[in-house]
Nanobody, 125 residues
């Protein structure tokens, strides 16, 4: 059973930084596909950053956010810099299933199937 436990949220002022952590069990973060999402009150859940099995990343804002993982600690991170009030939300980490394409010889990411409980980030001016 996959368990994801986020931490590192808090209250910061505009322009500040936070590093979120997601401790993973039951899943190998460094060999999988993972992501950070966020959801603000009254808004839809938004994909913030993703990382695939090959280490390729995508971002909603690549200039301020960096997703990374520590193989030894089996932990996913999200470094957030130059925070803005609109970054205020609950942040969640998520894991995706991984499958193998025999034709291409590549692994690929499938649907999300495990979520953490979230950590609150509040940015005030």
């Amino acid at each position: 059973q996959v368990q994801l436990v986020e931490s590192g949220g808090g209250s910061v002022q505009v322009g500040g930084s936070l590093r979120l952590s997601c401790v993973v069990s039951g899943y190998i973060a460094s060999a999988g596909c993972m992501a950070w999402f966020r959801q603000a009150p009254g808004k839809a859940r938004e994909e913030v950053a993703t990382i695939d099995i090959y280490g390729r990343t995508t971002y909603v804002d690549s200039g301020r956010f960096t997703i990374s993982r520590d193989k030894a600690k089996n932990t996913l991170y999200l470094q957030m810099n130059s925070l803005k009030p609109e970054d205020t939300a609950t942040y969640y980490c998520a894991a995706r299933k991984v499958d193998y394409n025999e034709d291409s010889g590549d692994y690929y990411c499938k649907e999300y199937y495990a979520w953490g409980q979230g950590t609150q980030v509040t940015v005030s001016s």
